[in-house]
């Protein structure tokens, strides 16, 4: 069967979804419906948004769902109706099996690591802050559990010492595309085998990022210290507590380096030559852009044309 003519509901709501759907639609792919998250409120205004998926879908007339509830009756006959033959799922949350067991060729996810490793929430993050030199794309039958499925097929990704999460993220997107024709095809014209993740090994997992796990570990190496970093940049953001004297303050750190400076106090930070460095366990970093409480994010060398460092001050 030609994959275009397959019968595909698209599920999904963030740009890297919304950039798949795209390619979909402008390549003549028949998009019966599309499901993404109800209109949240954001932003400081919380002024009403809606996902980038939807906009999507209403600038090319698509039909278009976006229930709250993926187990309510009504909504649940309207997809079975449909007769799907094909399901895409894209950065969407949990389905419940009476949704994706309904498409008659399966559905599948793109998930954005070399499965069975990074499965869960932020793949991406978690490659970046293990210093992993690969990542990639896989597409994975779904089950009732998370990332679990049996895997469909997959693409691999080089991440250089340079890529931070907008980087890496950017570029496993331009990947999408070609790995979901690639899936498409093979399961419409039967060419796929379905491979079971082989979890006989320790494998390496991608938590939700919480208050806990985005604070800097400032017992870690250099490297390890910019891996971190680089992992939540641009957002959300590593971030550490500061301490000036009495004054305990959570800072958000967008940018470092590895810096040759020896003899710097465990954790504490200098300025010198209009630069702010910080003392680890085993050497030092240098700061290039943090930013404070209520303030925008800065070069430091831009703070500093104003600010001055107190003696004392240190992070922990």
């Not at 957002?235 to 810096?259: M, N, R, T």
């Not at 020896?262 to 680890?280: F, R, S, T, W």
Request: hydrophobic share 40%; proline share 6%; glycine share 6%.
């Amino acid at each position: 069967m030609n994959p275009k003519a397959l019968k595909i509901a698209f599920f999904g709501t963030p740009e890297f979804a919304a950039h798949q759907l795209h390619f979909l639609i402008t390549e003549g792919y028949t998009i019966t419906v599309v499901i993404t998250a109800p209109d949240r409120p954001a932003g400081r205004g919380k002024a009403i948004q809606s996902s980038a998926v939807k906009k999507i879908a209403l600038a090319h007339q698509l039909p278009l769902e976006q229930p709250e509830n993926l187990k309510a009756e009504e909504f649940v006959k309207k997809y079975i109706d449909l007769e799907i033959d094909c399901a895409i799922v894209v950065a969407f949350r949990m389905l419940p099996k009476v949704i994706w067991g309904a498409a008659r060729l399966g559905t599948f996810n793109l998930h954005a690591s070399l499965l069975p490793n990074y499965r869960g929430a932020a793949p991406i993050q978690w490659a970046l802050r293990n210093q992993e030199t690969e990542t990639g794309l896989s597409t994975f039958l779904i089950d009732e559990h998370i990332d679990t499925g049996a895997i469909l097929r997959q693409t691999k990704c080089t991440i250089t010492p340079k890529d931070n999460a907008a980087a890496l993220h950017d570029r496993l997107m331009e990947l999408g595309p070609k790995l979901i024709a690639e899936t498409l095809e093979g399961l419409a014209e039967s060419k796929i085998t379905p491979l079971i993740q082989d979890t006989s090994i320790p494998l390496k997992e991608a938590p939700k990022l919480t208050k806990e796990n985005m604070r800097i570990d400032l017992n870690q190496s250099p490297s390890g210290f910019c891996a971190m970093v680089r992992s939540l940049d641009p957002y959300p953001g590593a971030y550490a507590l500061l301490k000036d004297g009495d004054k305990e303050i959570s800072i958000k750190i967008y940018e470092v380096q590895e810096s040759s400076k020896q003899n710097i106090k465990k954790h504490a930070l200098i300025e010198e030559d209009g630069k702010v460095y910080l003392g680890l366990n085993q050497g030092s970093v240098e700061i290039i852009k943090w930013q404070f409480p209520a303030k925008k994010a800065v070069l430091v060398k831009d703070f500093l044309n104003g600010h001055r460092l107190n003696q004392g001050v240190e992070l922990f």
